[in-house]
């Protein structure tokens, strides 16, 4: 089963679902706006991922902290922060079986689909 992870209204999100779409492999939707997000599934997605390559330092959130909470940013402050506000997190985090990708990556994407027609 593929667990799609993000904010609907997001462009690559939006793209990466409809590569899964395409290429007619089935998957849930998880928004963190409405379905939320817990601790423990952040800090699965960190201790796979690295923290460091889950904060989306790029967006527009993270542009709008204030300098103190950008400041000497270590784990623990930037999970409380994607706590916060899910936006910070990079997205889309696939979740396939138990392997985790972090991004939208096409060919990745195409992987999943050839993986799964054996």
């Given amino acids: ?5 993000g904010i609907k209204n997001c462009d690559t999100i939006k793209k990466a679902r409809r590569c899964l779409e395409q290429q007619a492999l089935a998957y849930q939707f998880h928004d963190y706006r409405i379905d939320g997000l ?10 796979e991922l690295d923290w460091k390559n889950l904060l989306n ?3 527009t959130t993270w542009r709008k902290l204030a300098d103190s909470d950008k400041a000497e940013i ?3 402050r930037a999970l409380a922060l994607m706590l916060e506000q899910p936006a910070l997190i990079k997205r889309p985090v696939l979740q396939h079986n138990e392997q985790l990708l972090l991004g939208f990556d096409e060919q990745a994407y195409l992987a999943l689909s ?5």
């Fill in 57 to 59: 330092t790029r967006g």
């Fill in 38 to 47: 817990d601790a423990e599934l952040l800090a699965r997605f960190a201790a």
């Fill in 114 to 118: 050839a993986s799964s027609e054996k």
């Fill in 1 to 5: 089963m593929i667990t799609l992870y």
């Fill in 74 to 76: 270590n784990e623990t």
